[in-house]
């Protein structure tokens, strides 16, 4: 069964607006962390934030922050202030306990002028 | 600093031949990952490291194996190579610490013909 969910295959947003990407995950472990990485098409993997599941704030960074949402099982990655580098595949991944790192399908963002 | 060093950056494989993917890093992390990515698709993990000696399955393995004989090291196998096989491989690591991000490697550009 999938972990992580990752509905939207593609989104597309215009410079200088806000844009959310979707990810849902499915553990019955207390304890995991969330990431969200970055691939541009260059092909490098760039983490972007991390949110632990005790923690009480959302994550921010910088223009990234994550709309976490425990009892919905939702750890959204919202983008304010698109910019046309931000166009890149965009990876929810979570780790349980001590375990490894599994990734999503990944979303396309694509960022127009 | 290097990171985490992956080689070689290309390879063209036969069908049938093997090869050794060679992943290492520089920071100490007791953590290491292999992923493969398919075109357009997202990063499934074929096995890790918990540390020297240990290794673990992930959801791919098939067709591969991995050794960890040092902190540092932590190679892919592939014996008998297929075309399914043709993918971009990454190699990842971390520290033990849920809450810390993967570091990622360049990747290699796998194709078997």
């Known amino acids: 069964a999938q972990k992580i969910t990752q509905t939207q295959p593609g989104m597309f947003v215009q410079e200088k607006e806000a844009v959310t990407l979707d990810c849902t995950y499915d553990?019955?472990?207390?304890?995991?962390?969330l990431f969200w990485y970055k691939q541009p098409s260059s092909g490098e993997m760039i983490f972007l934030i991390y949110?632990?599941?005790?923690?009480?704030q959302n994550a921010t960074e910088g223009r990234y922050s994550l709309n976490f949402q425990k009892a919905r099982k939702s750890a959204n990655l919202v983008i304010s202030a698109s910019q046309l580098g931000d166009s890149a595949m965009y990876f929810c991944?979570?780790?349980?306990?001590?375990?490894?790192?599994?990734f999503g399908k990944g979303t396309t963002l694509s960022v127009s002028s | 600093n290097a990171g985490v060093t992956q080689t070689p950056k290309f390879r063209i494989l036969k069908i049938g031949q093997s090869m050794t993917l060679q992943c290492t890093q520089d920071?100490?992390?007791?953590?290491m990952y292999w992923y493969r990515q398919d075109p357009g698709m997202g990063l499934k993990l074929i096995y890790y490291?918990?540390?020297?000696?240990?290794?673990d399955k992930g959801e791919v393995p098939n067709g591969y194996n991995v050794s960890r004989s040092t902190t540092e090291d932590f190679p892919l196998r592939l014996e008998l190579a297929a075309p399914s096989q043709t993918s971009v491989y990454f190699c990842?690591?971390?520290?033990?610490?849920?809450?810390?991000?993967?570091?990622f490697g360049q990747g290699t550009r796998l194709t078997v013909v």
């Open positions: 949110q632990g599941s005790y923690d009480q």
């Open positions: 553990t019955s472990d207390p304890s995991y962390g």
């Open positions: 490291s918990v540390g020297a000696g240990i290794t």
């Open positions: 991944a979570m780790r349980e306990g001590g375990s490894a790192l599994i």
């Open positions: 920071m100490n992390h007791n953590y």
């Open positions: 990842a690591s971390s520290f033990p610490d849920q809450g810390t991000e993967a570091f």
